[in-house]
């Protein structure tokens, strides 16, 4: 079992920054590849970007790329995700998840590719 636990959430104003980090217990945190996810009310799980077991590889979904930056200290068994120039729509609880290296976990992966979730964290920008 790895459990992860999300901080760094809160409410800022359109254009403001704030760094979230997820901190993972339970197992060796550089055997899983990490992920961050959010959701909004009434909409889909949203893939916001991902990093591999060890820091190599990065990815994010378009909405973000250029703004938010994902990274990992596996000395510290945590993943952050700074978030930049932030706008109202990216308004969401923020989820990190855990993807062991032995899965089939590529950089896109879906939610469903995720073995273990926190329990989010919630981000609100004002306009």
């Known amino acids: 079992q790895v459990q992860l636990v999300e901080s760094g959430g809160g409410l800022v104003q359109a254009g403001g920054s704030l760094r979230l980090s997820c901190a993972a217990s339970g197992r060796t945190f550089s055997n899983y590849h990490m992920g961050w996810f959010r959701q909004a009310p009434g909409k889909e799980r949203e893939f916001v970007a991902s990093i591999n077991r060890s820091g190599g590889l990065r990815y994010y979904g378009d909405s973000v790329k250029g703004r938010f930056t994902i990274s990992r200290d596996n000395a510290k068994n945590t993943v952050y995700l700074q978030m930049m120039s932030l706008k109202p729509e990216d308004t969401a609880a923020y989820y990190c998840?855990?993807?062991?290296?032995?899965?089939?976990?590529?950089?896109?992966?879906?939610?469903?590719?995720?073995?273990?979730w926190g329990q989010g964290t919630q981000v609100t920008v004002s306009s």
């Open positions: 998840a855990a993807a062991s290296s032995g899965s089939s976990w590529f950089g896109h992966a879906p939610a469903n590719m995720y073995d273990y």
